[in-house]
């Protein structure tokens, strides 16, 4: 089963990560997700654990535990989706973001 886990401390390695879900059962993998342009720690990576009941009470277990001064959020990865992202688009008159022309001022209320 693949495995989520967001708020993950900047400072945490994929090592002590991979140490916290071991508890529970055989861990195949852990990556935390890195930026590309500096190479930081975007904080939340993916577990990847081979028994599903481990897994699960690993999730059970984790989701919002401590770890080094974090509260972990932890669930069930769920399958990439070739849909594009939402609310990346750029702004525009079209798009709602418009001028302020009209707009009252806090003092004509």
Aim: net charge positive; glycine share 16%; proline share 3%.
């Amino acid at each position: 089963m693949n495995i989520y886990v967001a708020n993950i401390p900047f400072k945490a390695s994929e090592q002590e990560l991979k140490g916290l879900f071991e508890e529970y059962g055989e861990v195949s993998s852990a990556k935390i997700v890195m930026d590309k342009v500096t190479q930081r720690s975007r904080g939340f990576g993916f577990i990847e654990m081979s028994d599903d009941a481990s897994a699960r009470q690993a999730i059970t277990s984790l989701n919002g535990f401590n770890f080094l001064g974090k509260t972990l959020v932890v669930n069930e990865a769920r399958p990439r989706t070739d849909a594009p992202r939402s609310g990346g688009g750029g702004g525009g008159y079209k798009s709602g973001g418009g001028g302020g022309f009209n707009r009252r001022s806090n003092n004509e209320y």
